[in-house]
């Protein structure tokens, strides 16, 4: 298949090196020198893989709808438009595949976050702590992964119903910590902690071929399909989750 890349940083780099292993096509590359495309030059590809920034995400979406190529999306930051942008998938009938991280073992690391978190609903003496770090040219903090991780915890934990970041929670918050160090790809850590003992759980990403991968797999995945998709949908975990 033809893929256009819309980002072409590491992260893209990275997802034309794995889209020309598994025998495909790049036909377009779209970074800073030709940021201004037309939807026309999207015409002919049959998918596009968006990798940018937060402020250029949802245009990027809008020439993919306007071409009528369907979306892989792997920029988080701009969920706050969510609502928007499933109105245009939706009157355009188009195809949008996003996720908060696209790697098959953050996925299951999602399953065993979810069910810890139900699990913990009887044992009100674990206070919950989360720590994500990434590398320094990360833009976004806390991190999309950070952000869902802790979203499905207040959503099964009773007794904590939003998140904070860079100030002290309150009982009810989940507290994140988020650091930047150097090159790294990505740590996620979770800790429920007592007087008496502590259960982590970590997901850690060795490099970004496992985020790279999995978007190529959606960008197979979602050809001759309408509507909005993610990574649950891909891996069929739907069934084991109410999210």
């Known amino acids: 298949m033809k893929i256009a890349l819309l980002g072409y940083g590491k992260m893209g780099k990275a997802i034309e090196s794995i889209a020309l292993e598994r025998g495909h096509e790049i036909g377009l590359k779209v ?5 201004n495309y037309s939807a026309s030059a999207l015409q002919g590809h049959d998918v596009a893989i968006e990798f940018s920034r937060p402020e250029t995400a949802t245009a990027n979406i809008g020439q993919c709808l306007a071409a009528q190529v369907p979306v892989v999306v792997g920029t988080t930051g701009w969920y706050h438009e969510f609502e928007t942008i499933a109105e245009q998938v939706q009157q355009k009938q188009g195809s949008l595949f996003y996720a908060t991280n696209f790697s098959v073992g953050v996925n299951l690391f999602f399953q065993v976050n979810q069910l810890l978190a139900e699990l913990m609903n009887d044992w009100s003496e674990y206070a919950v702590h989360m720590e994500e770090i990434h590398h320094v040219h990360k833009l976004d903090s806390p991190s999309g ?5 802790a979203e499905q915890i207040t959503h099964r934990l009773d ?3 939003a998140w904070s970041e860079g100030r002290e929670a309150t009982d009810h918050e989940i507290n994140i910590t988020s650091k ?12 429920y902690r007592s007087g ?5 759980i970590t997901h850690e990403a060795f490099n970004r071929k496992g985020f790279a991968t999995g978007s190529v797999l959606a960008a197979e995945w979602i050809l001759g399909k309408t509507g909005i998709f993610t990574m649950n949908d891909l891996l069929d975990l739907r069934q084991r989750t109410n999210d």
Not at 31 to 35: I, K, Y
Not at 145 to 149: D, G, K, N, R, W
């Open 196 to 200: 008496i003992d502590q259960i982590t």
């Open 180 to 191: 930047r160090e150097a090159e790294v790809p990505g740590t996620h850590s979770i800790q």
């Open 159 to 161: 007794r904590k119903n």
């Open 145 to 149: 992964t950070a952000i869902t991780l």
């Open 31 to 35: 970074d800073e020198s030709n940021a």
